[in-house]
Each structure stands twice: as C-alpha cells, then as structure tokens.
C-alpha cells in the first residue's frame, strides 16, 4: 500500500491506541520473541554514522512525544549480516551502507523472510587518501594504489616497499597505509572503485577473470598483510589520528572524515583530481561512491516513527541542507525526487534492480 509523504510526517502524533496496535503488529512478527520496541534501531557503515546521528538529532528536535532512534556504527557488512536475520523487534529496522547491498546478502534477507526493503541512495561521498598537514604528498592512481597495496599485484609476488619502487615518480617513502577493515563497506569500495581498476590495467587479468573468476577476485582485490598496510577498524577517526600523527602515513576514509578534519590532513589527488565536494558531485574524483539507507517496510507498519525519521533523511539531504555542511555530498536533483519518491510511496527494492546496476 503507497505511502505518503504527509501521513509520513504525521506518525510522531499518532495516538498512544495506534502505536499500541503498531507494538502489537510489531510483536506478532516478531520470530524470536523479543517483545515490541517504541523506538527505531539502525545499524551499519561508520562512514554514514555521522550522518544518520544528525538526522536523528534532528528527528528528536521535531518529535519531542518520540524516542530518539537508536544508530549503532557496525560497519556495512556486519550491519546488512544483523539487518537480514529476520523480521522483529529484536532486529534493526534500518542499515546504513556505503555501498550498495549485494544480490547474495539481497537473497539472505529473503530467506529470512525480509521480502519488503525500501533502497534510499541518501548522497555521494568519496574514498580519501589523506596524510597529515604538511605530510607526504603522493600523485596516486588506481594502477599505483592496486601495486601498492595488491597481496599479489598482477599474479605476482608483492615486493614494493616504497612508493618510488611502485612508480618512479613517487617519493622513496615506506608504503605505509591505515586504512578499513574486510567488514567495512569503505573497504568494498576501495576493492571496487580502485583495486579493480588499477588490476585491469594489465589486459592478463581480464583474461583472468574470464576464465577463473575467483583467483580473479584474490588477485585483483586481495591486501597486503605484511605491515605495508594496516587494518584500523571501523572508526574513520582513528585513522585520522594516526596519519596526523605521522607525517610519511597514508589513511583511507570517507570524504566528509577529510572535511571534518581539514586542519589535521591533506587529501591526495588521485588521477591528478583532488578529492572536493564539486569533483566527487560530478564523479571526475575516481573514488566518488552513493550512500545508502535500507529499510524493513514491514517495520514501518510497527515501529512509531520509522516513516518520520525516513521523512526526516529527505528533509535533510539537500545541497544546502544540514548533512551538506557535514561533509556529505548532495546528490543530482533528479537523484533526489527519485528517492524521495521511494519514500513517498514505499517503493520497494527487487533482485532486478540489482542486477541492473
């Protein structure tokens, strides 16, 4: 059933007899018994954290008669894992993500009996290589990232221990990089949008991937562990904390990390593209990524103010809105009326969308 926009808003003055019925919907769906919830649970990527924090905030601020929503920062994987097991309230409603869900986790969900789930795209942000203010300074591309930091660059044993051992061009500075960890969907992406990229420079691993896809992915996306690179966890502002306090240290993270944070690092061009608010708009930035919010559409039957607080992302997400001035990139206009659209009428995901990307 379409739902609209207005009733959306309306949910935080529901009467207590409308969210007790919510509760009890909540509860009949509830496969392991874990009661009803009066309050809305969201879990997933650290990048999007932030963001979904202000929202929330600003959810409070309008909705003084609701609690405010639960965000936990689990990161993007481990997040869509908690967000599939199933419907009930012992079961988040939301998952935040930097990067788009999977058809394989799509599948789990459905497996779960998660068959509705409402895909919002809530902006754009970028993969940063930053280094302290002041710091090294490194020209990257994709094929430069991918044989730096590569197990195996091109099939072959991983020998490069400094930045000029991998392009000349570069300073003769340890290759030394703090960045996501297996988990994160910052991670993925860097797997995708980079690591990919830069393996296909050599036209063997196109062949590669043709005849053994999997010794395709080990190759092409597959880090170092010998120390060159280091696994920080899913909190971006340790990373921060570690590049600034070594001035030959690279760090990966979201771009609103490296606005956030302006005074402390620099961020590194990649493709001679530095990575800025207009460059990462416009996808000349190589690392330019969506962000998303999915949610359970049969919780928002059930749980009081899961509708408002999704009104309150479209509320938000604007060029010259609230999450704007943290950090995250705004979305083209289009993009926007046809998420907001998904809002408006509950729209929901299907194994073809997917597998259309």
């Known amino acids: 059933m379409p739902i609209s926009l207005s009733a959306i808003s309306r949910s935080g003055t ?10 009890l919907a909540l509860t009949a769906c509830d496969a392991g018994g874990g009661g009803s919830r009066s309050s809305v649970h969201a879990v997933g990527s650290s990048t999007v954290y932030p963001f979904a924090k202000l929202v929330a905030e ?13 965000i936990e920062s689990t990161g993007t994987g481990n997040g869509i894992q908690l967000f599939c097991k199933g419907l009930g309230s012992n079961t988040p409603d939301m998952v935040n993500a930097s990067r788009r869900m999977k058809e394989s986790e799509f599948a789990g969900c459905k497996a779960n009996k998660v068959d509705e789930i409402i895909e919002l795209q809530v902006g ?45 061009a570069l300073p003769a500075e340890p290759i030394l990089v703090y960045g996501p960890p297996s988990t994160s969907g910052t991670r993925d992406a860097l797997k995708e949008l980079v690591l990919e990229v830069g393996c296909g420079a050599d036209p063997a691993m196109k062949a590669l991937k043709e005849s053994d896809e999997n010794r395709y992915a080990q190759v092409c996306t597959e880090v170092r562990d010998d120390g060159a690179y280091i696994d920080q966890g899913e909190q971006d502002n340790l990373i921060v904390q570690k590049i600034e306090g070594n001035p030959r240290a690279v760090g990966i993270f979201g771009f609103s990390y490296l606005e956030e944070n302006a005074d402390k690092v620099q961020g590194l061009p990649m493709n001679g593209v530095d990575p800025t608010y207009d460059n990462i708009a416009s996808f000349a930035y190589p690392g330019a990524r969506p962000l ?3 949610v359970k559409k049969e919780h928002m039957r059930a749980i009081p103010g899961l509708g408002a607080f999704l009104a309150e992302w479209v509320k938000s997400w604007g060029k010259d809105g609230p999450l704007a001035r943290v950090g995250m ?8 009326d046809a998420n907001a659209r998904k809002v408006r009428e509950g729209i929901v995901l299907t194994a073809a969308d997917l597998a259309a990307k």
């Open 58 to 70: 600003s959810f409070a601020r309008s909705n003084t008669d609701m609690r405010s929503p639960l």
């Open 124 to 168: 754009l942000d970028g993969i940063a290589f930053a280094s302290a203010s002041g710091g090294i300074m490194l020209n990257l591309s994709p094929e430069t990232v991918y044989k730096a930091l590569a197990a195996n660059p091109y099939g072959k044993p991983q020998t490069a221990k400094t930045w000029k051992d991998v392009d000349p």
């Open 329 to 336: 990139v705004a979305m083209p206009q289009e993009a926007m």
């Open 14 to 23: 529901r009467t207590g007899t409308v969210l007790a019925l919510a509760a």
């Open 292 to 294: 998303y919010v999915y």
